[in-house]
């Protein structure tokens, strides 16, 4: 007889938790289409930039009282053939640097949060790790961004600077090897998640 009281007090318990913590469940974000990155370059000639129209990606959040205190997933996947400077020509030695017909895709994967800073505005500063995968190469990178939370909106805006020969990729090259990118480029990104 007590085991069952015990376990209707356990029982009773567990569900009071459900209810009064549950700011604390896992909230799902989708990427949307309208979110931006864009890919900044510099050559021997001018500076360039490429833009993508094809990505996908999604974030898991926790929250606290209407805090943000977990980013458990965050994930985004850009098609590499998407990514256009406006110039046929440039695209052309861009997916061939990237090898594209072997690998689709360019993926980010966020690994470990190690810190998350409250700002203003609903806004925090996440220090972290993630995998970026490149012309079927992956690196764990350090990174940090900003995340904004509010309502069903989550943003997250920042930039990552790479170096493209860790990846194995060589820079691009145009006009009989007359005109040569640098070896590094900027990713920035602007994109909006909603739940």
């Known amino acids: 007889m007590n085991f069952f009281k015990s376990y209707k007090v356990l029982f009773t318990g567990v569900i009071f938790m459900l209810f009064t913590t549950g700011s604390l469940f896992a909230q799902n974000f989708k990427m949307d289409p309208s979110s931006e990155i864009i890919v900044e370059g510099t050559s021997n000639i001018h500076d360039w930039e490429m833009k993508t129209d094809s990505k996908q990606g999604m974030a898991i959040l926790k929250m606290q009282d209407g ?4 980013i458990s997933k965050l994930q985004v996947s850009v098609l590499a053939e998407s990514l256009d400077s406006g110039k046929g020509g440039m695209n052309k030695n861009a997916y061939k640097a ?3 017909k072997k690998h689709k895709n360019i993926e980010f994967s966020l690994d470990k949060v190690k ?4 700002g203003a505005n609903n806004s925090y500063t996440v220090e972290g790790l993630a995998s970026l995968k490149i012309a079927g190469v992956s690196k764990q990178v350090p990174v940090s961004f900003t995340a904004t939370v509010k309502g069903n909106k989550l943003k997250i805006n920042g930039e990552q600077k790479i170096n493209m020969t860790h990846y194995k990729v060589d820079p691009p090259t145009a006009m009989f090897g007359t005109i040569k990118t640098g070896e590094e480029v900027t990713v920035k990104f602007n994109s909006s998640f909603t739940k």
């Open 115 to 118: 810190n998350i800073s409250a």
């Open 67 to 70: 805090k943000l205190t977990e």
């Open 98 to 100: 990237l090898d594209t």
